[in-house]
């Protein structure tokens, strides 16, 4: 059973557009949310992340969005870049102390010049 | 920030041979430690996870353990490595408000 879904496994956005990266969560115990980027044979990297408490949280060119009601949260770059190609994967962490990580499938994006 | 230290970064091993993948955290005491495992095109699959000293979650039956004999190393065994074993193994550390990863091992059991 997905807890968190990323539907879309790929994404191609012409450099400078906007990338909409999605995620979809089922549980509702999740109280916060976080966006990692990936590289190959590499650890994953924290990009962004936004509380359940908030709709949106904004760092330079990311910007998360979330909409509990819907269990949507979306991850926006503005504008892409070459260098945003790589492997997106959207997690999310119940409340308690063990404060461990789902995560989805991931979104491969690639950013065309 | 945290560091994690995993090592080693690639691994073939024969099928029935033994595993043994260490991993250390710099830069925090008492931290929450994760076993994560990325198969071929999937996501991150949560293996095991920490607390404490001695102290292990098994999230998925397995093939696979973790022992955690100090506060900031975390290891993942395997007595019998199976074909299925084979993927890329990714240690971390909780912080607050986000998680910090090691710079994984590929593992190929052949």
């Known amino acids: 059973d997905q807890q968190v879904k990323q539907n879309s496994p790929s994404l191609s956005v012409q450099e400078g557009r906007i990338s909409i990266l999605n995620c979809d969560y089922t549980?509702?115990?999740?109280?916060?949310f976080l966006w990692y980027k990936k590289y190959p044979a590499e650890g994953p990297t924290f990009l962004i992340s936004?509380?359940?408490?908030?709709d949106k949280n904004e760092d330079g060119r990311f910007t998360v969005f979330l909409n509990k009601s819907a269990k949507h949260l979306s991850l926006h770059i503005v504008p892409s870049q070459p260098g945003d190609s790589a492997v997106y994967f959207c997690?999310?962490?119940?409340?308690?102390?063990?404060?461990?990580?789902?995560f989805g499938s991931g979104t491969q994006l690639t950013v065309l010049p | 920030s945290q560091t994690i230290h995993q090592w080693p970064a690639t691994l073939v091993q024969p099928v029935g041979s033994p595993l043994s993948l260490e991993c250390t955290v710099e830069g925090t005491s008492n931290p929450n430690l994760y076993w994560y495992r990325q198969a071929a095109g999937r996501g991150l699959q949560l293996l095991f996870y920490?607390?404490?000293?001695?102290?292990i979650s098994s999230e998925v039956p397995q093939n696979l353990s973790a022992s955690r004999p100090q506060d900031r190393q975390f290891i993942l065994s395997s007595k019998k490595l199976l074909l299925s074993d084979s993927g890329f193994y990714l240690c971390a550390s909780a912080a607050l408000t986000e998680a910090f990863f090691g710079q994984g091992t590929r593992l190929t059991v052949v």
């Open positions: 997690a999310a962490r119940k409340t308690g102390s063990a404060r461990q990580l789902t």
């Open positions: 920490s607390v404490g000293i001695g102290q």
């Open positions: 549980n509702s115990m999740f109280d916060y």
């Open positions: 936004i509380s359940s408490i908030k």
